[in-house]
């Protein structure tokens, strides 16, 4: 499955890790436990290699202890769901506020974090 060195991890056709999952599957090993993760999953119509299916992503998530739920998605039509991308809006409105009120991320925070990622960020656009 993905990351974490539970298994070998997927790779990508580029033969990179697959990000995405790469990420989640970290930032859940580290993170205090989560019970629910609302996973969104872009619909781009092509089964291609190296994609992270849905049930990869779901069990990503059960393997950290907590409930995943795919948000607006038909797992049965992933990747060609397209609908999906009109039911997000509707599907997050639903979900409950959260409990602890949301820290503010500040804009040096954020750009730090893209640049971590080997994103190249200009300050100047």
Same mark, same amino acid.
């Given at each position: 499955?993905?990351? /974490? /060195? #539970?298994?070998?991890?997927?790779?990508?056709?580029?033969?990179?890790?697959?990000?995405?999952?790469h990420?989640? $599957?970290?930032?859940?090993?580290?993170? $205090?436990?989560?019970?629910?993760?609302?996973?969104?999953?872009?619909?781009?119509?092509?089964?291609?290699?190296?994609?992270?299916?849905?049930?990869?992503?779901?069990?990503?998530? #059960?393997?950290?202890g907590?409930?995943?739920?795919?948000?607006?998605? $038909? !797992? #049965?039509?992933? !990747?060609?769901?397209?609908?999906?991308?009109?039911?997000?809006? =509707?599907?997050?409105?639903?979900?409950? =506020?959260?409990?602890? =009120?949301?820290? !503010?991320?500040?804009?040096?925070?954020?750009?730090?974090?893209l #640049?971590?990622?080997?994103?190249?960020? $200009?300050?100047?656009?």
């Open positions: 499955m993905i990351g /974490g /060195g #539970r298994s070998r991890p997927r790779r990508c056709h580029s033969g990179r890790l697959c990000r995405a999952a990420a989640l $599957d970290e930032h859940l090993a580290a993170a $205090d436990p989560y019970r629910h993760v609302d996973v969104l999953l872009f619909q781009h119509g092509v089964r291609s290699a190296g994609i992270v299916s849905q049930q990869e992503w779901v069990a990503t998530v #059960r393997r950290h907590a409930q995943p739920r795919l948000v607006g998605l $038909d !797992p #049965r039509r992933f !990747p060609h769901d397209i609908g999906a991308l009109g039911r997000y809006g =509707p599907a997050l409105a639903a979900v409950p =506020p959260a409990r602890k =009120p949301w820290t !503010p991320l500040t804009p040096d925070a954020a750009l730090a974090g #640049r971590s990622c080997g994103l190249r960020v $200009d300050a100047d656009g």
